[in-house]
C-alpha cells in the first residue's frame, strides 16, 4: 500500500501501536478508516516541520533497542549465512569435486541445493501459516546447519548431494520464516529499515564470501567453507528463538489459506523443474537447450498451483507483487550471471576485473536498501516504480557492453545503476506484499514471491545457457539475452502501479 501527500499508511494488527508512536512525535491525528474484514487500515498524517532525524531515530530504537536488538541481528544473521553460502560454495566447487574425484558431476551439488529450496521454501510457507513461525524459525535453520554438517564431513560425492539437498531445504524454508517473523514482531513504520538490513546482509558475503571461502580453501580444507559457518547457525537460532516462543501458538479461531489440490505434486514438479533448468544453465549443448525447454514446459502448472491467482495477469495487490518480485530478481541475477563471461570471453578482461562490475552493482543495491530505510514514509509503489527504471536503464545499457564492438568499461557504472534499482525494487516488494497481507496469508504470500524469484531466474539463466548453444559465442548470444531481460524490466515499469491494490483473496486453488 502506497503514501503520498505527507501521509504514511500504518496497517496490521499493530495500528494502536503505530498512532501511539506517531502521535508522540507529531501529535497525528489518526483516522481509521477500517471498513471490513481484513488488516486494519489508519492514516496518519505527520506535519513538515517533524525532522527525518526524529523519525530514524525511533526507527533505531525499534530495531536496535534491547526489546528487539537481538532479533534483529539473529535475522541478519540467518540472512548472511544462506548469502555466505551461496556466494562461498562457488568458489570452493572446483577443488571440492576434484578432490571427490566427481568433477564430471560438477552442476549436481548446486542442482540439489536448488531443487530442495525450491520444496523447502513451498513447505516452509504452509507450514508458517498454519503453526506459525516459532518452530519453522528453529527447524528450518537447524537442517541448514545439519546439511552444513554432513557436506563438510563428505568423502564422496552422495554425502556431498545429500549435505547439498539439507542445506537447500532449511535455507528455503528459513527464508519464508523471517519473513513472517517480520511480519508478526516488527510495526509497519520499521519494516522498511528491516528490508534495508535484510538487503545489506546479503553485500558482505558477496564481498567477502569468494575470497574468503579461496583462502580457506586453499589455506586449511574446502571442509572448512561447511563446517566453519556451523557455529554461526547456532548463535543466529539463540538469538531468534525467545522471539519465536513469544509469539505463542496461532490463534486456533484464525483462518488459514485451505490446502490447495495438488499441492505436494507442483512442489516437486517445480523442484524437478529448477533442478533441469539450473543443469541446463551450466551447460552449452543443444541437449541442454533441449532440456530447459522441457523444464520450462513442466513449471507452468506448478506455478498455477503454487503461485497467487492473477500473476501472470499481472492482477492488481499481491498477485503484481509476487510477478515483480520474478521480474526484479529474474532480470537482474541473469545479467550478473553472466556479465563475467561477457567482460572475460568478449572484451578479454581478466576474471578479476570481470568481477568488479558484481562489486559495483552490490554495493549500489545496498546504498539504495539503506536509503530506503531511512525514509519510511515514502510512497513504496513508486519506490517500486523507481527501482525498475533504473533496472531497466542500466540492463539497456547492456546493449553497449555485450557486442564485440562494445565499451566495457561501461559495466561498472551500468551495473551501480541496476544495483540501486534493486535496492529500492526489492525492498519496496516486501513491504507492500507484508502490507497487504492478512494473518494466516503471509506464509503462502511470502512463499510465492520467493517462489517467483528461484524460478525466473532459473528460468532466465538457462535461457542464457540456450543462446549460448544456439549462437556459439558470447558477442553474439548475450546481446540477445540482454533485449530480453531490457523488456522485462520495462514490464515491471509498467505494472508497478498495480502494486498499491486493494487485499487479494487467498490463492483457492
Known amino acids: 500500500?502506497?503514501?503520498?501527500?505527507?501521509?504514511?499508511?500504518?496497517?496490521?494488527?499493530?495500528?494502536?501501536?503505530?498512532?501511539?508512536?506517531?502521535?508522540?512525535?507529531?501529535?497525528?491525528?489518526?483516522?481509521?478508516?477500517?471498513?471490513?474484514?481484513?488488516?486494519?487500515?489508519?492514516v496518519v498524517s505527520v506535519p513538515a516541520e517533524i525532522p527525518d532525524s526524529a523519525v530514524r531515530t525511533a526507527v533505531r530504537t525499534e530495531l536496535f533497542g534491547p526489546a528487539r536488538r537481538a532479533t534483529t541481528i539473529g535475522l541478519v544473521?540467518?540472512?548472511?549465512?544462506?548469502?555466505?553460502?551461496?556466494?562461498?560454495?562457488?568458489?570452493?566447487?572446483?577443488?571440492?569435486?576434484?578432490?571427490?574425484?566427481?568433477?564430471?558431476?560438477?552442476?549436481?551439488?548446486?542442482?540439489?541445493?536448488?531443487?530442495?529450496?525450491?520444496?523447502?521454501?513451498?513447505?516452509?510457507?504452509?507450514?508458517?501459516?498454519?503453526?506459525?513461525?516459532?518452530?519453522?524459525?528453529?527447524?528450518?535453520?537447524?537442517?541448514?546447519?545439519?546439511?552444513?554438517?554432513?557436506?563438510?564431513?563428505?568423502?564422496?560425492?552422495?554425502?556431498?548431494?545429500?549435505?547439498?539437498?539439507?542445506?537447500?531445504?532449511?535455507?528455503?524454508?528459513?527464508?519464508?520464516?523471517?519473513?513472517?517473523?517480520?511480519?508478526?514482531?516488527?510495526?509497519?513504520r520499521v519494516r522498511p529499515a528491516v528490508f534495508g538490513l535484510i538487503s545489506s546482509a546479503w553485500v558482505l558475503p558477496a564481498l567477502i564470501g569468494p575470497p574468503v571461502s579461496g583462502i580457506v580453501t586453499e589455506r586449511l580444507s574446502w571442509h572448512w567453507v561447511f563446517l566453519g559457518l556451523v557455529p554461526v547457525v547456532l548463535l543466529a537460532v539463540a538469538l531468534v528463538a525467545p522471539a519465536a516462543r513469544r509469539l505463542g501458538p496461532p490463534d486456533p479461531g484464525r483462518a488459514t489459506p485451505p490446502a490447495r489440490r495438488g499441492f505436494a505434486l507442483a512442489a516437486v514438479g517445480a523442484a524437478a523443474g529448477v533442478s533441469a533448468l539450473s543443469w541446463a544453465s551450466q551447460q552449452t549443448s543443444t541437449l541442454a537447450a533441449v532440456v530447459a525447454a522441457g523444464a520450462a514446459v513442466l513449471l507452468v502448472p506448478s506455478m498455477r498451483r503454487l503461485l497467487p491467482v492473477g500473476v501472470f495477469?499481472?492482477?492488481?495487490?499481491?498477485?503484481?507483487?509476487?510477478?515483480?518480485?520474478?521480474?526484479?530478481?529474474?532480470?537482474?541475477?541473469?545479467?550478473?550471471?553472466?556479465?563475467?563471461?561477457?567482460?572475460?570471453?568478449?572484451?578479454?578482461?581478466?576474471?578479476?576485473?570481470?568481477?568488479?562490475?558484481?562489486?559495483?552493482?552490490?554495493?549500489?543495491?545496498?546504498?539504495?536498501?539503506?536509503?530506503?530505510?531511512?525514509h519510511p514514509g515514502l510512497a513504496r509503489h513508486r519506490l517500486l516504480?523507481?527501482?525498475?527504471?533504473?533496472?531497466?536503464?542500466?540492463?539497456?545499457?547492456?546493449?553497449?557492453?555485450?557486442?564485440?564492438?562494445?565499451?566495457?568499461?561501461?559495466?561498472?557504472?551500468?551495473?551501480?545503476?541496476?544495483?540501486?534499482?534493486?535496492?529500492?525494487?526489492?525492498?519496496?516488494?516486501a513491504y507492500l506484499l507484508l502490507a497487504q497481507s492478512a494473518p494466516g496469508e503471509v506464509g503462502f504470500h511470502s512463499s510465492a514471491a520467493q517462489l517467483s524469484d528461484q524460478l525466473t531466474t532459473a528460468l532466465m539463466i538457462a535461457v542464457g545457457g540456450g543462446l549460448l548453444a544456439l549462437f556459439g559465442s558470447a558477442a553474439s548470444a548475450l546481446?540477445?539475452?540482454?533485449?530480453?531481460?531490457?523488456?522485462?524490466?520495462?514490464?515491471?515499469?509498467?505494472?508497478?502501479?498495480?502494486t498499491a491494490g486493494e487485499h487479494p483473496d487467498v490463492n483457492p486453488g
Open 77 to 188: 544473521l540467518l540472512i548472511s549465512l544462506i548469502a555466505f553460502e551461496a556466494m562461498g560454495v562457488g568458489t570452493a566447487m572446483p577443488a571440492i569435486v576434484a578432490d571427490l574425484g566427481a568433477v564430471s558431476h560438477y552442476a549436481w551439488p548446486f542442482v540439489a541445493f536448488m531443487a530442495s529450496a525450491v520444496i523447502g521454501t513451498v513447505l516452509g510457507g504452509r507450514w508458517c501459516d498454519v503453526a506459525g513461525p516459532r518452530v519453522p524459525l528453529v527447524v528450518a535453520p537447524t537442517l541448514f546447519g545439519a546439511g552444513l554438517i554432513v557436506a563438510g564431513t563428505a568423502d564422496g560425492m552422495g554425502q556431498l548431494l545429500v549435505g547439498r539437498f539439507l542445506q537447500g531445504l532449511g535455507a528455503g524454508a528459513q527464508g519464508v520464516a523471517v519473513y513472517v517473523l517480520v511480519a508478526a514482531v516488527y510495526p509497519q
Open 313 to 374: 495477469r499481472a492482477r492488481r495487490g499481491v498477485p503484481t507483487l509476487v510477478a515483480a518480485r520474478g521480474l526484479l530478481a529474474g532480470t537482474f541475477f541473469t545479467v550478473n550471471s553472466y556479465l563475467p563471461l561477457m567482460l572475460a570471453d568478449t572484451h578479454r578482461w581478466s576474471l578479476t576485473m570481470a568481477g568488479v562490475p558484481l562489486l559495483v552493482g552490490s554495493l549500489g543495491w545496498s546504498a539504495a536498501a539503506a536509503w530506503q530505510g531511512r
Open 1 to 42: 500500500m502506497g503514501e503520498a501527500g505527507g501521509q504514511g499508511r500504518e496497517a496490521g494488527t499493530d495500528g494502536a501501536d503505530v498512532v501511539a508512536h506517531r502521535a508522540s512525535l507529531a501529535r497525528a491525528n489518526p483516522v481509521d478508516l477500517n471498513t471490513g474484514a481484513g488488516p486494519r487500515l489508519v
Open 479 to 498: 546481446p540477445v539475452l540482454v533485449a530480453g531481460l531490457t523488456a522485462m524490466a520495462v514490464i515491471g515499469v509498467l505494472v508497478a502501479g498495480r
Open 385 to 429: 516504480r523507481a527501482g525498475f527504471c533504473l533496472l531497466a536503464a542500466g540492463t539497456a545499457g547492456m546493449l553497449l557492453v555485450a557486442p564485440a564492438w562494445g565499451v566495457p568499461w561501461l559495466a561498472a557504472p551500468l551495473w551501480a545503476l541496476a544495483g540501486l534499482g534493486m535496492g529500492l525494487g526489492f525492498s519496496s516488494v
